[in-house]
């Protein structure tokens, strides 16, 4: 077990930060984010207090799924830069402290990759379609390949057909790659959609629904309970090969399940993502369990958003995106931050015609630095329009008190502060989390509720709050008990 190895690893209390390659900063005014423009932005990070960086895929794709179809798993796409680079920007990171992760997508390839003319039995292949499996973003889980005649498996988009995990040659191929970035240098990987690496053997028809599915869905896929269409057991002969591959680096699974199902995830990765706090709603009950179980489960990585979902100040608005970002930041364990969100950035408007099928173009919009009409992001067009850096930017919100980038920032730092185990409690509609000597009260209600009687205040969500001897509707407040 990696924590038997490393008693105290580095990602136990981390903050990572997730960069959207194509949206971060772009350096040559082509209007796509590229490599060096993220190294010249790292300052950002270590400013903000993140220990490590996530990178969405930056490998050569056709952009069916916006790189998360990879035709090459050991290059860098050439909009975004090349190897040469990718080694400039992790030696920068790490000189500044900063833990570098890539995005790994183990589960499907593009189909322009190699291998899938040059290797077909890397593939799950039949003459015709055996079962009822639907693709995650609907349609049929099979397409027929033109050139053969034949169907093959694809968990996502027809434009990524799945790997057949239990060929052994595509498990030494994916650790390969694997070394490959580890040998660079690259500290861990986000695993992309686990859940899919490991079908039934015998292609056995998924059976209906009978319930909702703990997670969203969509329409079609939520039809069907995907107890064969997605990983059983033998899930393990996959994540066995994965970790020795990458040895002591970081691995956190995207395993898009309830949190009480992640243990044989975790019995080969470090941490997965809790999904169930993602897409909780902002009511303290529901918040409460869902923290209690990824509190019992152990290595858990914390996300409120990423770049599948609307943004976190359009799903929650202004408020209650700062009782958010204060609930994520204290609660033990590593978290995950989605660029944009430390400034409250919204839901953009997604190209015209859309990039993603999918519509997940609003979430992916452009990083806004400077208040100007391409935010500092390009001197060229952008690939994807700006939102609002009018409105909101990192230059106006840094050392502007209240601003949502101040309190990420003041969170993080008093993150540091934070130790001991997580305790949670209800009280009417407000929440109480607990951690030592520290205790986080986050009014989600419209009314003044009393504070806690001891210790006095060291952060509130809402500036000016001084020691107030209420917690002020939708405030959220850290207390100290000296
Ligand atoms: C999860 C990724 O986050 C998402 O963007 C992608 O479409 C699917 N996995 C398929 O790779």
Redesign the pocket.
Known sequence: MPDALLPEPWWEEAVVYQIYPRSFQDSDGDGIGDLAGIESRLDHLSWLGADALWL?PIYPSPLA??G??VADHCAVAPELGDLRGFDRLVTSAHQRGQRVLLDL?P??TSIEHRWFREHPEFYVWADQPPNNWVA??GGPAWTRDERTGRFYLH??YPE?PDLDWRVPEVREAMSEVIRFWADRGVDGFRV??VQQLMKDADLRDDPFATTPFVLPLGDEYGRLDHVHSEAGSEIAVALEAMREAAGGALLVG?VYRPTRDLGPYLEHLDLAFAFELLHAPFDASRLAEVIREGAEARRIAWALS???FPRLATRFGEERSALAAMLLLTLPGTVFLYQGDEIGMVDGAGGSPPFDR?G?DPYRHPMQWEPEAFGGFTTGAPWLGLSDPLTRSVATQRDAPGSPLELYRSLIALRRDLDGPVEVEVRGEALEIRRGAHTVVLNLGDREIERPEAGHRVLSTIPGRGDARSIAPREGAVFWDS
Do not use: C, L
Request: net charge negative; proline share 0%.
């Open positions: 969405s799924d916006m998360y179809d997508v589960s499907h995650a973003f968990s996502f990524q992309d959609a995207e990423n770049h599948d999918a997940r």
